[in-house]
Every structure is written in C-alpha cells, then in structure tokens.
C-alpha cells in the first residue's frame, strides 16, 4: 500500500495523477550465458542462450509521456555484465542507454523496451 501511495508523487514532492508503466525486455541472442549484476538484487537476471527475461517498472507521471520520459533501470557505475560465469565486464552503453533498446508502445503511458544482447556485446569477439 505504502509503494503506490509514494508511486504517485513525483521526485519534487508533488502530487502525480497519472503513472507510467514500462517493461524492460532482455534476450539473449549470444553464444554465452549472462549475468547481470546492479545494485540491487531485484534487477539482477541470468540468462543461457536464447532466454529472455522481463522486468516492470511503474512510476508517477504527467499526463502525455512519450518513450522518451523513460530511462534504463541499470546504472553505468553500478551495472557488471558477467559472460559464462568468468568474465566480468564493466558497463559503459549499451543496456544502460535507453537509445540502445527498441521502444514500442503498449498502452497509453505504457512502453516495452527490449534489449537483445548479441556477440558482439561480448569483449574480444
């Protein structure tokens, strides 16, 4: 009860009519398995080869929101990549940009994010 009723204000204390909601799509389309790793455990995932993973995010909002009023959930300062349970890679771009997802509307103030890690995301290949 108590994350709804904070869910409707905004940053500046302000009360908030309206939320926004995004899902944030993340398919692994590499050769390796993946961890990811942030600062807190409920945004942390796994993923084998050719899994997906979903997370939804909820916050109060104006009335008209666009793609663009939505940021990535993950950090660059606090966000580690780990390929095959060895090597660790510290994230700069890639799933911390929202520029580098693909956006697509749901609803109003409702978008899904999907971010698809490929090879090349891996270093050295």
Known sequence: YL???LLMYSCDGTKTDYRADSTWVYVN?????IDVL?????LDFKLSTG????IDITFGSDKNVSE???YSPYDPEFTKI???????????????????????RIAPRHYKFTYIFT???YPGE
């Open 38 to 42: 942030s600062r807190t455990d409920k």
């Open 82 to 104: 780990i390929f095959d349970g060895t090597k660790e890679v510290n994230v700069t771009g890639g799933i911390t940009e929202r520029e580098n997802y693909t956006a697509e």
């Open 3 to 5: 994350v709804v009723l």
């Open 119 to 121: 090879n090349d995301d």
């Open 68 to 70: 663009n009023s939505f």
């Open 29 to 33: 389309n590499s050769s390796h398995t």
């Open 51 to 54: 899994a997906s993973y979903a």
